[in-house]
């Protein structure tokens, strides 16, 4: 049978006609939509049962209660914790990483040994072997360095390190271990804490207390708590500092100031409190008084300041006249700073009556050690890290055989890196318990990467700032993603491989056993219905069932107590204070004022992926960071905006562009902090410049301690 | 002015304190996992970057040391009179359910990119390039939000699948769904804002806060003079910046 | 028979062309820029709008410009077509041909550049299928689609014209009615095409949040839509008198008379001068009752070299007053001032759909963003070039092998 041309076409076009009466084309046409929507290659969102755990961050220093959503088991999102005092639902951008840091480019997916320039991976086993080999032969210099200021994981690394002969156990310096510093020389016993909460009137000399200083989450809910929108605050925040940083945006009034100069404008206002009578039983009071009255008047202050006197005198009548005033004292980017201006703001406190006091400063007790032969926090915060490694790259002291580093990364987080990683590389044998790629793992013999805080056990007690002791429970909520393992169990591993009794076959048994001992700490709640400021301010504190306790931690409830460690002989260290604060003539030089912020995450973090949208472009533009300077100071510099400038510091050279801002004093380059990874992931990676590099490091007269708070910098 | 207001017995709206905002950007990173927008690598070229929820600063435009900054975030502001909508050829966005959040249907959308020109509020981003994650992070995605494909436009919803669970949740408890009590809805910006700066609710509910809030004399809206009635309030003491939410000629 | 002296058999009767050789090689050299925009297009499907240099800020870049002034250019077709077919201005037979093959050529083009330019073009046509009818787009994308498809009726029976495919009977006949129906579709052409003009003015215009291009307006028509109107009937005659003029300085044949040329570039120009009188008007309202409005000034709305006043200048006097003067005085006679007069004509209609589509996204509203800057990037202008070249090849063929120029045989005796 024959197909003629006339009835091909016929059959072709009635064909066409009746299938646009089916609703095949219509259907096929409509699911276009549907195709375009779900192309191969665009991830489908998982499905199951959704739930919620509660844990606690790790990653963020400022320690907020995480819940965390899990859908069929897999975290999904971490969110704040309402019912966390650290937390009350807030959360950072970097503690809001958590979740999503466990897929990082740059985590490191097994063990690994070095293998000349690169790394090859081992096995566990392996690993422990190698380990214990080379740490048997360095017995008796070996040092560790942990970027942990709260985990009790610091037990196991201080015993195992003691018991291998110390050759030095460091934390990587904060501002936990300046104002340890401080303390001790001002003959306190134990960790200042700050009570925003119950503070009406707070002076913040420096500390960014509302990005990166203490427990900045909870210090920004607190802060707000008493500022309901729209209405008079109730409460009022002044911010001295050489920049109109994150929290001096929110603050009352900014009072610029170098941060080389927070001592003298504390002295400077308590010269004011002294002069309406100001006085005190603590030791060390008279010469206190002839120390600020001997070179602190209102006239030294603002030749060496430029703070206004009325300025001054406005301030310390204010807190003279509060009901519960507070002096906080930091450094504007979270390090560096010596101990005299922390003593020199506490001496405030002293001076304002507000030591153990609701709203002013609490002496916190240390919670109870269960590691035999740890070193206590304070002993660890004791230690001087940047003045050992200088040390050590100078040949005064003796490099150590061995370094086992946990959870810091020296080779990028330190000041004046270039001295700094000269003296790592003489450490002959280095291990980095990183859990991501960083700077000093790159530099490490051995990487044994530990597993990420939703993937292991941890824990969190009483971070530097927090007003009372606190402790909550970090555990894990999903599986090792990668062939990691949780770095308490790894040393307790090594010991039992060295025969060294360290008590513990696992870390998890080291924190049952610290729950434990906080159950029979007296004074001690799960905050729950009842705050632990609120306790502070006179509300009776709930008994604590003692059996309950890891229960309550694993439900995402912590652990506080409002204490005090008990007094002695807190004084006001005044022979620090005159060697170490003068009011001097005002530094003529370009001075750097570093500012660091969370969304750029911590050395041991690099930059959360996501948060690399929080950046403004004012910060970061393509591949290169800006420094900021305001128009004098860029018209006397002869920098323009946007201009591609060199600053040299510390024998390091940095690249930036130019960000005209205001709010910096003049003669200050303010600088972010967080930049310029050479380690990481592509998130992190060649962004910008590390400032931090450019500071040096310079001994505290009266102190010396190794302070780096306002580096000079040459620009070009 | 074109267009034309509408009126919903609920109408969610943000309130946003300036005066408390200390810029840290956790609600923008906040924002960016609640909702599956995916880790930009390029995200410092901001005319490209996707971000919700971006937070402005703002200068009194004063030489030191009477400069001051303030921070604005800005979500999407859900206008009552939203610009974007009637302009969109396929009705892929629209304001059309109680609660008077925009919507924005992206299986419907063709990517023409109209309602990014019409919204004067930068809200509204466009799919480049496919979203990547980086291998395995695909894990973390939020089941509550669906992945765009490139090449349609997306902006902030008032995390609206959070209403819809709070419905089944006041259902579930025997409550009235469209009366929820205040912060039973509450988005994922204003939840994780480590300074409270930001509150949630229905502004016509006289038993939520915001619904005081509004009537705040610091309370101002973006660009309100022209005519898009948005659902998204500023507060601030400071006169400097309550005058930066609109412009004005010098004889104002 | 040779190829070449077959080639010869399809020139339209009593008319003289290049040798196949020199076409070919011209064909050549529009076929590479061609390519390479294709090249650049298929990039644009292949990794998404991410490779073109539009950006959140500029959703509206290169080829909506392009697209706005290629339609606005390419409106002398359906305007001659009104007049020639509707009013009946005989004369015009002698151009409609070329004023149909531009209209085409500009449609089809501007059709190609929008699938590039929507981020998802497998559902374009849910702009039939979800229409809403408040979009100015939504009129926009049906009157484009339809008025392209009365463009081909239109262009159809000059293809069946050509010498050889004429001979066929039923292709004759079917020439033969199409034309007898031509007026049908020239009126359908111009109802269709005055409304998306409009409705292309309309969509800067309904833009109420966005105080450069927002304007107020008569029902539910911004002024713009009876201004877009204006401008593309203004300056649609006008390119169609630059292309003739343009193939005949490269052909170096006569085509039409200058008379013709003339009487279109009286009739642009008497459509410029009554859209200039409307937009100083509409200028004139939009300083001194829009921008106050919005709390913003004249001066407000102009930034640095790229966002100049100058633009503002250029369009409304330099490329208004002094075309008006060219083309409606005595200067007219003058090739010269005609041309000039038809230039500025066309510039000054591509700097308007420019500065809206443009400037008006880069004005800053909000009163802490700052002025940003667009630049179109290689994919945009590789695919606009593409279209360009487009164009070439379809007028040249056109020329080469169709009947348009009726008076080209006569104008060319020796
Ligand atoms: N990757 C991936 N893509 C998918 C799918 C998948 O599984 N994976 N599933 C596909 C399927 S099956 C579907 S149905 C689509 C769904 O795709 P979408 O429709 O895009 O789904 P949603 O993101 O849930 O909702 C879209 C928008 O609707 C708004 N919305 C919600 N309720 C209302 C309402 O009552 N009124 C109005 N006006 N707006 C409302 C929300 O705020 C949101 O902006 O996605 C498809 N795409
Ligand atoms: N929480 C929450 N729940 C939702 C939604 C939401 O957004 N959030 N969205 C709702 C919506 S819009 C939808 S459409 C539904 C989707 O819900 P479902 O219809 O459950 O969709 P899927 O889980 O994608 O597909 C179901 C199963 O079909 C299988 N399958 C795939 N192809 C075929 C096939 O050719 N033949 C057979 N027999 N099986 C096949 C898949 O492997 C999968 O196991 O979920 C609804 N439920
Ligand atoms: S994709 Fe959206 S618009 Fe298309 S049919 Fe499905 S629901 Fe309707
Ligand atoms: S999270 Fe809160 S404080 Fe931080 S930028 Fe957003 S609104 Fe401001
Ligand atoms: S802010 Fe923009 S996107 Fe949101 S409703 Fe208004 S115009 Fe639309
Ligand atoms: S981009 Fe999408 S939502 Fe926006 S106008 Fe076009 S189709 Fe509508
Ligand atoms: S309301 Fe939800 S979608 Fe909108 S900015 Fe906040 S988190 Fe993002
Ligand atoms: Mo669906």
Same mark, same amino acid.
């Given at each position: 049978?024959?197909?003629?041309?006339?009835?091909?076409?016929?059959?072709?076009?009635?064909?066409?006609?009746?299938?646009?009466?089916?609703?095949?084309?219509?259907?096929?046409?409509?699911?276009?939509?549907?195709?375009?929507?779900?192309?191969?290659?665009?991830?489908?969102?998982?499905?199951?049962?959704?739930?919620?755990?509660?844990?606690?961050?790790?990653?963020?220093?400022?320690?907020?209660?995480?819940?965390?959503?899990?859908?069929?088991?897999?975290?999904?999102?971490?969110?704040?914790?309402?019912?966390?005092?650290?937390?009350?639902?807030?959360?950072?951008?970097?503690?809001?990483?958590?979740?999503?840091?466990?897929?990082?480019?740059?985590?490191?997916?097994?063990?690994?040994?070095?293998?000349?320039?690169?790394?090859?991976?081992?096995?566990?086993?392996?690993?422990?072997?190698?380990?214990?080999?080379?740490?048997?032969?360095?017995?008796?210099?070996?040092?560790?360095?942990?970027?942990?200021?709260?985990?009790?994981?610091?037990?196991?690394?201080?015993?195992?390190?003691?018991?291998?002969?110390?050759?030095?156990?460091?934390?990587?310096?904060?501002?936990?271990?300046?104002?340890?510093?401080?303390?001790?020389?001002?003959?306190?016993?134990?960790?200042?804490?700050?009570?925003?909460?119950?503070?009406?009137?707070?002076?913040?000399?420096?500390?960014?207390?509302?990005?990166?200083?203490?427990?900045?989450?909870?210090?920004?809910?607190?802060?707000?708590?008493?500022?309901?929108?729209?209405?008079?605050?109730?409460?009022?925040?002044?911010?001295?500092?050489?920049?109109?940083?994150?929290?001096?945006?929110?603050?009352?009034?900014?009072?610029?100031?170098?941060?080389?100069?927070?001592?003298? #404008? &504390?002295?400077?206002?308590?010269?004011?409190?002294? $002069? @309406?009578? =100001?006085?005190?039983? %603590? +030791?060390?009071?008279? !010469?206190?008084?002839?120390?600020?009255?001997?070179?602190?008047?209102?006239?030294?202050?603002?030749?060496?300041?430029? #703070? &206004?006197?009325?300025?001054?005198?406005?301030?310390? $009548? @204010?807190? =003279?006249?509060?009901? %519960? +005033?507070?002096?906080? !004292?930091?450094?504007?980017?979270?390090?560096?700073?010596?101990?005299?201006?922390?003593?020199?703001?506490?001496?405030?406190?002293?001076?304002?009556?507000?030591?153990?006091?609701?709203?002013?400063?609490?002496?916190?007790?240390?919670?109870?050690?269960?590691?035999?032969?740890?070193?206590?926090?304070?002993?660890?915060?004791?230690?001087?890290?940047?003045?050992?490694?200088?040390?050590?790259?100078?040949?005064?002291?003796?490099?150590?055989?061995?370094?086992?580093?946990?959870?810091?990364?020296?080779?990028?987080?330190?000041?004046?890196?270039?001295?700094?990683?000269?003296?790592?590389?003489?450490?002959?044998?280095?291990?980095?318990?990183?859990?991501?790629?960083?700077?000093?793992?790159?530099?490490?013999?051995?990487?044994?990467?530990?597993?990420?805080?939703?993937?292991?056990?941890?824990?969190?007690?009483?971070?530097?700032?927090?007003?009372?002791?606190?402790?909550?429970?970090?555990?894990?909520?999903?599986?090792?993603?990668?062939?990691?393992?949780?770095?308490?169990?790894?040393?307790?591993?090594?010991?039992?491989?060295?025969?060294?009794?360290?008590?513990?076959?696992?870390?998890?048994?080291?924190?049952?056993?610290?729950?434990?001992?906080?159950?029979?700490?007296?004074?001690?709640?799960?905050?729950?219905?009842?705050?632990?400021?609120?306790?502070?301010?006179?509300?009776?504190?709930?008994?604590?069932?003692?059996?309950?306790?890891?229960?309550?931690?694993?439900?995402?409830?912590?652990?506080?107590?409002?204490?005090?460690?008990?007094?002695?002989?807190?004084?006001?260290?005044?022979?620090?204070?005159?060697?170490?604060?003068?009011?001097?003539?005002?530094?003529?030089?370009?001075?750097?004022?570093?500012?660091?912020?969370?969304?750029?995450?911590?050395?041991?973090?690099?930059?959360?992926?996501?948060?690399?949208?929080?950046?403004?472009?004012?910060?970061?533009?393509?591949?290169?960071?800006?420094?900021?300077?305001?128009?004098?100071?860029?018209?006397?510099?002869?920098?323009?905006?946007?201009?591609?400038?060199?600053?040299?510091?510390?024998?390091?050279?940095?690249?930036?562009?130019?960000?005209?801002?205001?709010?910096?004093?003049?003669?200050?380059?303010?600088?972010?902090?967080?930049?310029?990874?050479?380690?990481?992931?592509?998130?992190?990676?060649?962004?910008?410049?590390?400032?931090?590099?450019?500071?040096?490091?310079?001994?505290?007269?009266?102190?010396?301690?190794?302070?780096?708070?306002?580096?000079?910098?040459?620009?070009? | 002015?074109?267009?034309?207001?509408?009126?919903?017995?609920?109408?969610?709206?943000?309130?946003?304190?300036?005066?408390?905002?200390?810029?840290?950007?956790?609600?923008?990173?906040?924002?960016?996992?609640?909702?599956?927008?995916?880790?930009?690598?390029?995200?410092?070229?901001?005319?490209?970057?996707?971000?919700?929820?971006?937070?402005?600063?703002?200068?009194?435009?004063?030489?030191?040391?009477?400069?001051?900054?303030?921070?604005?975030?800005?979500?999407?502001?859900?206008?009552?009179?939203?610009?974007?909508?009637?302009?969109?050829?396929?009705?892929?966005?629209?304001?059309?359910?109680?609660?008077?959040?925009?919507?924005?249907?992206?299986?419907?959308?063709?990517?023409?990119?109209?309602?990014?020109?019409?919204?004067?509020?930068?809200?509204?981003?466009?799919?480049?390039?496919?979203?990547?994650?980086?291998?395995?992070?695909?894990?973390?995605?939020?089941?509550?939000?669906?992945?765009?494909?490139?090449?349609?436009?997306?902006?902030?919803?008032?995390?609206?699948?959070?209403?819809?669970?709070?419905?089944?949740?006041?259902?579930?408890?025997?409550?009235?769904?469209?009366?929820?009590?205040?912060?039973?809805?509450?988005?994922?910006?204003?939840?994780?804002?480590?300074?409270?700066?930001?509150?949630?609710?229905?502004?016509?509910?006289?038993?939520?806060?915001?619904?005081?809030?509004?009537?705040?004399?610091?309370?101002?809206?973006?660009?309100?003079?022209?005519?898009?009635?948005?659902?998204?309030?500023?507060?601030?003491?400071?006169?400097?910046?309550?005058?930066?939410?609109?412009?004005?000629?010098?004889?104002? | 028979?040779?190829?070449?002296?077959?080639?010869?058999?399809?020139?339209?009767?009593?008319?003289?062309?290049?040798?196949?050789?020199?076409?070919?090689?011209?064909?050549?050299?529009?076929?590479?820029?061609?390519?390479?925009?294709?090249?650049?297009?298929?990039?644009?499907?292949?990794?998404?709008?991410?490779?073109?240099?539009?950006?959140?800020?500029?959703?509206?870049?290169?080829?909506?410009?392009?697209?706005?002034?290629?339609?606005?250019?390419?409106?002398?077709?359906?305007?001659?077509?009104?007049?020639?077919?509707?009013?009946?201005?005989?004369?015009?037979?002698?151009?409609?041909?070329?004023?149909?093959?531009?209209?085409?050529?500009?449609?089809?083009?501007?059709?190609?550049?929008?699938?590039?330019?929507?981020?998802?073009?497998?559902?374009?046509?849910?702009?039939?299928?979800?229409?809403?009818?408040?979009?100015?787009?939504?009129?926009?994308?049906?009157?484009?689609?339809?008025?392209?498809?009365?463009?081909?009726?239109?262009?159809?029976?000059?293809?069946?014209?050509?010498?050889?495919?004429?001979?066929?009977?039923?292709?004759?006949?079917?020439?033969?009615?199409?034309?007898?129906?031509?007026?049908?579709?020239?009126?359908?052409?111009?109802?269709?095409?005055?409304?998306?003009?409009?409705?292309?003015?309309?969509?800067?215009?309904?833009?109420?949040?966005?105080?450069?291009?927002?304007?107020?307006?008569?029902?539910?028509?911004?002024?713009?839509?009876?201004?877009?109107?204006?401008?593309?009937?203004?300056?649609?005659?006008?390119?169609?008198?630059?292309?003739?003029?343009?193939?005949?300085?490269?052909?170096?044949?006569?085509?039409?008379?200058?008379?013709?040329?003339?009487?279109?570039?009286?009739?642009?120009?008497?459509?410029?001068?009554?859209?200039?009188?409307?937009?100083?008007?509409?200028?004139?309202?939009?300083?001194?009752?829009?921008?106050?409005?919005?709390?913003?000034?004249?001066?407000?709305?102009?930034?640095?070299?790229?966002?100049?006043?100058?633009?503002?200048?250029?369009?409304?006097?330099?490329?208004?007053?002094?075309?008006?003067?060219?083309?409606?005085?005595?200067?007219?006679?003058?090739?010269?001032?005609?041309?000039?007069?038809?230039?500025?004509?066309?510039?000054?209609?591509?700097?308007?759909?420019?500065?809206?589509?443009?400037?008006?996204?880069?004005?800053?509203?909000?009163?802490?963003?700052?002025?940003?800057?667009?630049?179109?990037?290689?994919?945009?202008?590789?695919?606009?070039?593409?279209?360009?070249?487009?164009?070439?090849?379809?007028?040249?063929?056109?020329?080469?092998?169709?009947?348009?120029?009726?008076?080209?045989?006569?104008?060319?005796?020796?």
């Amino acid at each position: 049978m024959g197909l003629d041309r006339r009835a091909f076409l016929g059959l072709v076009a009635g064909g066409t006609v009746g299938a646009m009466f089916t609703p095949i084309p219509w259907k096929l046409i409509d699911d276009a939509s549907i195709w375009t929507q779900n192309w191969p290659w665009i991830p489908r969102v998982p499905k199951g049962q959704v739930d919620y755990v509660a844990t606690t961050s790790k990653l963020c220093p400022a320690g907020e209660g995480l819940k965390i959503m899990r859908v069929a088991g897999n975290p999904i999102l971490a969110g704040g914790n309402p019912s966390h005092p650290l937390s009350c639902g807030g959360v950072s951008a970097l503690a809001r990483s958590e979740v999503y840091m466990l897929y990082s480019p740059a985590r490191i997916k097994s063990p690994m040994k070095r293998n000349g320039k690169t790394f090859a991976p081992i096995t566990w086993e392996q690993a422990l072997v190698e380990m214990a080999e080379k740490l048997g032969a360095a017995k008796g210099a070996v040092a560790s360095i942990s970027g942990d200021n709260t985990g009790t994981i610091n037990e196991v690394l201080t015993a195992l390190t003691a018991k291998l002969g110390s050759a030095g156990s460091f934390m990587m310096p904060s501002e936990a271990t300046t104002a340890a510093k401080a303390m001790k020389l001002m003959g306190a016993q134990g960790q200042a804490g700050y009570d925003f909460e119950n503070a009406d009137t707070v002076l913040v000399l420096g500390a960014d207390i509302f990005e990166t200083w203490g427990t900045s989450s909870r210090n920004r809910k607190a802060f707000g708590a008493n500022r309901p929108a729209g209405a008079k605050p109730a409460n009022s925040y002044v911010y001295v500092g050489p920049t109109r940083n994150n929290t001096a945006a929110v603050c009352d009034q900014w009072v610029p100031a170098a941060a080389a100069d927070l001592g003298v #404008v &504390a002295l400077g206002i308590a010269w004011h409190l002294l $002069k @309406a009578g =100001a006085t005190s039983n %603590a +030791p060390g009071f008279d !010469t206190f008084k002839a120390v600020v009255n001997g070179g602190f008047g209102p006239e030294d202050v603002k030749r060496a300041t430029g #703070v &206004a006197p009325e300025t001054l005198a406005a301030i310390a $009548k @204010a807190l =003279a006249s509060a009901k %519960a +005033p507070l002096v906080v !004292t930091g450094s504007p980017f979270g390090q560096g700073l010596g101990a005299a201006p922390v003593i020199a703001g506490m001496s405030l406190n002293m001076l304002l009556g507000r030591i153990n006091k609701p709203g002013g400063v609490y002496m916190l007790p240390e919670l109870p050690s269960v590691v035999p032969g740890a070193l206590t926090r304070a002993a660890m915060l004791d230690g001087d890290l940047p003045a050992f490694l200088k040390g050590v790259e100078s040949g005064k002291t003796p490099a150590p055989k061995a370094l086992l580093i946990y959870d810091a990364n020296p080779a990028y987080g330190l000041p004046e890196a270039a001295t700094m990683a000269k003296a790592l590389e003489k450490i002959p044998f280095k291990v980095s318990f990183s859990s991501f790629m960083d700077e000093t793992a790159a530099l490490c013999d051995l990487v044994l990467p530990n597993s990420l805080p939703l993937e292991r056990y941890d824990d969190v007690a009483t971070p530097y700032g927090s007003g009372f002791c606190v402790y909550s429970l970090v555990r894990p909520i999903q599986k090792p993603i990668c062939d990691t393992k949780t770095t308490g169990d790894v040393l307790l591993g090594l010991a039992r491989k060295l025969s060294i009794d360290l008590k513990f076959d696992n870390f998890q048994q080291v924190i049952k056993e610290k729950v434990a001992s906080l159950a029979k700490v007296s004074g001690g709640f799960v905050a729950k219905d009842v705050m632990p400021w609120q306790v502070a301010a006179g509300k009776p504190a709930p008994a604590l069932v003692g059996g309950d306790l890891w229960k309550a931690l694993e439900a995402g409830y912590a652990w506080t107590m409002v204490g005090q460690a008990a007094q002695t002989s807190m004084g006001f260290a005044a022979e620090v204070l005159a060697k170490a604060v003068k009011a001097g003539k005002p530094a003529t030089a370009t001075v750097l004022a570093p500012y660091a912020q969370l969304r750029t995450g911590t050395p041991v973090t690099g930059m959360p992926c996501q948060d690399l949208t929080t950046v403004p472009d004012t910060e970061l533009l393509g591949d290169t960071t800006f420094i900021r300077v305001n128009s004098e100071t860029a018209k006397a510099l002869g920098l323009k905006k946007g201009q591609m400038i060199k600053l040299s510091g510390a024998g390091v050279d940095c690249q930036a562009k130019v960000h005209i801002f205001e709010s910096v004093m003049p003669g200050m380059v303010s600088a972010p902090l967080g930049f310029g990874h050479t380690a990481f992931d592509y998130y992190s990676q060649g962004k910008g410049a590390n400032y931090l590099s450019l500071a040096a490091v310079v001994e505290e007269a009266g102190s010396g301690l190794s302070m780096w708070i306002a580096p000079e910098v040459k620009i070009a | 002015m074109s267009g034309h207001k509408m009126e919903f017995p609920i109408t969610w709206g943000m309130v946003i304190d300036i005066d408390k905002c200390t810029g840290c950007g956790a609600c923008m990173a906040s924002c960016q996992t609640e909702n599956n927008v995916e880790p930009q690598r390029e995200a410092s070229n901001k005319l490209r970057a996707t971000s919700w929820m971006l937070v402005y600063e703002l200068t009194n435009d004063k030489a030191f040391p009477n400069h001051d900054i303030a921070y604005l975030p800005r979500p999407c502001q859900q206008c009552g009179n939203p610009p974007c909508v009637s302009v969109c050829p396929v009705i892929a966005t629209d304001k059309n359910e109680n609660g008077g959040i925009v919507s924005q249907v992206y299986p419907r959308c063709i990517g023409c990119r109209y309602c990014v020109a019409a919204c004067p509020y930068h809200v509204r981003y466009f799919g480049w390039y496919d979203p990547i994650w980086p291998e395995g992070m695909e894990k973390t995605l939020s089941p509550m939000t669906s992945v765009r494909p490139r090449g349609v436009v997306e902006k902030c919803t008032f995390c609206h699948h959070r209403w819809t669970q709070a419905k089944d949740a006041a259902r579930v408890a025997g409550k009235d769904p469209d009366n929820l009590d205040d912060g039973a809805y509450v988005t994922s910006c204003v939840q994780n804002c480590p300074s409270g700066a930001l509150a949630f609710g229905d502004i016509k509910n006289p038993k939520h806060k915001v619904h005081e809030l509004v009537k705040s004399p610091y309370a101002f809206r973006l660009l309100e003079r022209l005519g898009t009635d948005t659902q998204v309030y500023y507060i601030s003491r400071r006169e400097w910046v309550r005058k930066l939410g609109d412009n004005y000629l010098k004889s104002e | 028979m040779s190829f070449t002296e077959i080639e010869k058999t399809w020139y339209p009767e009593g008319v003289e062309r290049c040798s196949l050789g020199k076409f070919m090689k011209w064909m050549g050299v529009l076929g590479v820029v061609a390519l390479y925009g294709f090249f650049a297009m298929i990039v644009c499907f292949a990794y998404g709008l991410g490779v073109t240099g539009l950006d959140n800020y500029f959703g509206f870049g290169l080829w909506i410009t392009f697209d706005l002034a290629v339609i606005a250019l390419g409106a002398g077709a359906f305007f001659t077509g009104l007049l020639r077919y509707i009013i009946r201005i005989d004369e015009l037979k002698n151009i409609i041909n070329l004023t149909v093959i531009k209209g085409f050529i500009c449609y089809s083009g501007a059709m190609l550049i929008l699938s590039l330019d929507v981020g998802q073009p497998i559902r374009s046509w849910f702009g039939y299928w979800h229409p809403n009818v408040h979009s100015m787009l939504t009129e926009v994308i049906f009157c484009i689609t339809c008025y392209l498809m009365v463009l081909i009726i239109e262009y159809v029976p000059l293809v069946l014209e050509q010498k050889q495919i004429n001979k066929i009977p039923f292709l004759h006949n079917l020439a033969h009615q199409m034309h007898v129906v031509m007026p049908l579709f020239a009126g359908i052409g111009a109802f269709l095409s005055t409304f998306h003009q409009g409705s292309l003015g309309g969509m800067y215009g309904v833009m109420f949040a966005r105080p450069y291009a927002f304007r107020d307006g008569f029902f539910i028509w911004p002024w713009t839509f009876f201004l877009f109107v204006l401008s593309a009937i203004a300056s649609g005659p006008c390119m169609t008198v630059l292309i003739c003029g343009f193939m005949e300085k490269i052909t170096g044949r006569k085509l039409t008379t200058y008379r013709v040329k003339s009487l279109m570039c009286k009739i642009g120009g008497t459509m410029l001068l009554i859209y200039t009188v409307f937009k100083y008007l509409d200028t004139w309202a939009w300083i001194n009752d829009i921008l106050p409005r919005a709390g913003l000034t004249f001066d407000q709305m102009f930034y640095g070299m790229v966002y100049g006043k100058w633009l503002f200048f250029s369009e409304l006097v330099l490329c208004l007053i002094v075309p008006v003067i060219c083309l409606l005085t005595p200067l007219r006679k003058k090739p010269f001032f005609m041309y000039t007069g038809a230039i500025l004509a066309c510039a000054g209609v591509v700097i308007n759909r420019y500065v809206f589509t443009v400037q008006a996204l880069a004005q800053p509203v909000l009163p802490f963003t700052k002025w940003e800057i667009y630049t179109p990037n290689w994919a945009e202008w590789a695919t606009s070039l593409m279209v360009i070249a487009y164009g070439f090849i379809i007028m040249s063929l056109s020329y080469r092998y169709l009947p348009i120029f009726p008076q080209e045989v006569g104008l060319n005796k020796k």
